[in-house]
């Protein structure tokens, strides 16, 4: 079955960085964009930013532009979430999800992923 495992979130001080990875298996991660999403307590699940299946494109939602980048190896069926000068906004439980697809799309809502990852905690202290 397909399996998506968050690890790398943990408790930083603001101004810090984290990099998360997410391992795929199960599937052909090379036809999988892969996003990653984020839930703060109280509030609902929003995107943060997604990577096209080879890599070539990625996209950011505003609030992480700048200070969040997203890669990937195919070959470790890998995703990483490198997070910058994280502030305490950025705590939340993170989670990378994956989608099936032959092209590239802005992959920003929920309902476009086929599988999601149990999710790691990040905690920015100020």
């Known amino acids: 079955q397909v399996q998506l495992v968050e690890s790398g979130g943990g408790l930083v001080q603001a101004g810090g960085s984290l990099r998360l990875s997410c391992v795929a298996s199960g599937l052909t991660f090379s036809n999988y964009a892969m996003g990653w999403f984020r839930q703060a307590p109280g509030k609902e699940r929003e995107f943060v930013g997604a990577i096209s299946r080879s890599g070539g494109h990625t996209t950011y939602a505003d609030s992480v532009k700048g200070r969040f980048t997203i890669s990937r190896d195919n070959a470790k069926n890998t995703v990483y979430l490198q997070m910058n000068s994280l502030k305490p906004e950025d705590t939340a439980v993170y989670y990378c999800?994956?989608?099936?697809?032959?092209?590239?799309?802005?992959?920003?809502?929920?309902?476009?992923?086929?599988?999601w990852g149990q999710g790691t905690q990040v905690t920015v202290s100020s």
């Open positions: 999800a994956a989608r099936a697809t032959a092209g590239w799309g802005t992959f920003a809502n929920t309902y476009d992923y086929h599988y």
